[in-house]
């Protein structure tokens, strides 16, 4: 079972593989935006993977056109709704801006 760090606090939560990373800190009572629901239509859930990013799914066409839309998006952004867990841990950021 992979375990989710949210940096910068160092909160864990423990994530059901082929679960999103939203679903996971929304469960835990993380604060995070999810304007759309989880259906990628927003930007509201946007985060930075600093580790295990290659264990995550593939980015795909609808998240990708989503996150060439936000300010400030960097090679580790994904979009928390759309990233779902393989087997490894993995850290992630909320950006400020
Ligand atoms: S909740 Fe809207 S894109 Fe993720």
Same mark, same amino acid.
């Given at each position: 079972?992979?375990?989710? @760090?949210?940096?910068?606090? &160092?909160?864990?939560? $423990? %994530?059901? @593989?082929?679960? #999103?990373?939203?679903? %996971?800190?929304?469960?835990?009572?993380?604060?995070? *935006?999810?304007?759309?629901?989880?259906?990628?239509?927003?930007?509201? =859930?946007?985060?930075? !993977?600093?580790? *295990? +990013?290659? #264990?995550? #799914?593939?980015?795909? +066409?609808?998240?990708?056109? +989503? /996150?060439?839309?936000? !300010? &400030? !998006?960097?090679?580790?952004? +994904? /979009?928390? =709704?759309?990233? /779902?867990?393989? $087997?490894?841990?993995?850290?992630?950021?909320?950006?400020?801006?």
């Amino acid at each position: 079972m992979p375990v989710l @760090t949210i940096q910068p606090s &160092g909160k864990t939560i $423990e %994530a059901a @593989t082929g679960s #999103s990373i939203l679903s %996971a800190m929304l469960a835990a009572g993380s604060d995070i *935006g999810h304007k759309c629901e989880g259906k990628g239509e927003c930007d509201s =859930c946007h985060i930075s !993977v600093l580790e *295990g +990013r290659k #264990s995550l #799914s593939k980015t795909q +066409r609808l998240e990708n056109e +989503r /996150l060439d839309t936000i !300010v &400030g !998006v960097g090679s580790k952004s +994904r /979009l928390a =709704c759309q990233a /779902l867990f393989g $087997e490894e841990d993995v850290t992630v950021e909320i950006p400020t801006i």
